[in-house]
């Protein structure tokens, strides 16, 4: 009911953890449709050690109706890439060795030519592991914040009646 509140919530923890909204959208509703509500979707970047005091925030000053988690091991990826920057480095090297010795423009333009094609892959390289560093520096939140008419609380379940659902 409160939505202003809670978006401004959301946007004040994630400063305040050193996170960071990646993108995010704001719909005030149609007339046309009849849909007076409205409803937010937020992609955040939040630190990976701070996740878990960030989802607790926004469970005690929102409705949580689907908490969905899931992790993506990028380790393999990240080996191959820093394998291949520090192969083209080693290249790289023996290029600029080339090039001192080299004695023909020819020659000069041919190894001048191999060494841009390795400095542009190394950039390439140099970039993909940044990304991954952030990947596994900060968690990413999708939210969808939805504005509601009359906010009615499920109602706490038992101990047996969530045994007796399991069993169902």
């Known amino acids: 009911k409160e939505f202003d509140e809670v978006l401004s919530n959301i946007q004040e923890k994630v400063q305040e953890l050193g996170g960071y909204i990646e993108n995010s959208s704001l719909d005030g509703g149609s007339a046309y449709y009849e849909r007076y509500n409205r409803y937010s979707n937020m992609t955040v970047r939040i630190p990976s050690d701070k996740l878990d005091g960030f989802i607790a925030n926004v469970k005690e000053t929102a409705n949580v109706t689907y908490i969905s988690e ?99």
């Open 70 to 168: 899931s992790t993506e091991d990028i380790t393999l990826r990240y080996v191959d890439a820093e394998s291949r920057k520090i192969a083209l480095e080693t290249e790289r090297d023996r290029l600029l060795e080339l090039l001192e010795k080299a004695e023909t423009v020819e020659d000069i333009i041919t190894i001048e030519g191999r060494l841009s094609e390795v400095r542009y892959q190394l950039e390439s390289y140099a970039s993909q592991l940044r990304t991954f560093d952030n990947q596994v520096d900060y968690s990413t939140v999708h939210i969808n914040v939805e504005e509601v008419e009359r906010y009615t609380p499920q109602p706490k379940k038992s101990t047996w009646d969530r045994i007796k659902t399991g069993f169902e």
